[in-house]
């Protein structure tokens, strides 16, 4: 793995909140650690209030082609730009 790799590996795991926990535990471990609902809903929520401070927008795209996803980027980059 390059040393590029590797750093965003660990500012992931450092975003996640996962640097210590997953030092400590093996393989299965790990897998059923992620598995869990609660650890997803934790991420999950993590991750929304990182987006929050920073003023990231966020675009579901669920069920959502290519294309909308597209669409919607580019409407949200439209909006900005006019403001």
């Known amino acids: 793995m390059c040393r590029l790799c ?17 030092r400590e ?3 299965e471990e790990k897998a059923s650690a992620y598995s869990e609902i609660e650890g997803i809903r934790e991420e999950v929520l993590r991750a929304k209030r990182l987006y929050a401070r920073h003023r990231w927008p966020v675009i579901d795209v669920t069920r959502k ?3 909308e996803t597209a669409a919607a980027i580019i409407t949200k980059l439209s909006a900005r730009q006019n403001r």
């Open 25 to 27: 535990m093996n393989a």
């Open 6 to 22: 590797r750093g965003k590996n660990r500012h992931l795991r450092h975003i996640r909140g996962l640097d210590a926990p997953v």
């Open 65 to 67: 082609s290519v294309e």
